[in-house]
């Protein structure tokens, strides 16, 4: 999981789209919300070197986001965070994509 992660990042640095991997033990669907409607959520740098107790903000807040995706699962905690992360993201018109890529 970690090495598909670096790749992602690597593959979306190349097309000069940021990467944030977000970590919040407590709320992760509040965390993702708050980052892509405030820019701004405690989480963990894509080198993963901070604690999650530190901040990540956006590099530029005069940009909205325009989307967020994430990975499908059927567990039902992680689905419960993409529940609170939608709804949330709903109210700010931010929509959320679930992907499954099974290779």
């Known amino acids: 999981m970690l090495r ?15 990467f944030y991997l977000l970590r919040d033990s407590k709320d992760p669907g509040s965390c993702v919300a708050a980052f892509a409607t405030a820019g701004e959520a405690s989480s963990s740098s894509s080198s993963g ?5 530190n901040k990540t903000k956006a590099p530029d807040s005069t940009h909205r986001t325009a989307v967020v995706f994430t990975d499908m699962t059927p567990l039902r905690t992680p689905m419960k965070w993409v529940r609170d992360a939608a709804a949330c993201l709903d109210a700010q018109n931010v929509p959320l994509v679930q992907v499954s890529c099974i290779g």
């Open 4 to 18: 598909g992660m670096a790749e992602t990042e690597a593959a979306l640095r190349a097309k000069q789209v940021p």
């Open 49 to 53: 070197s901070s604690s999650s107790s």
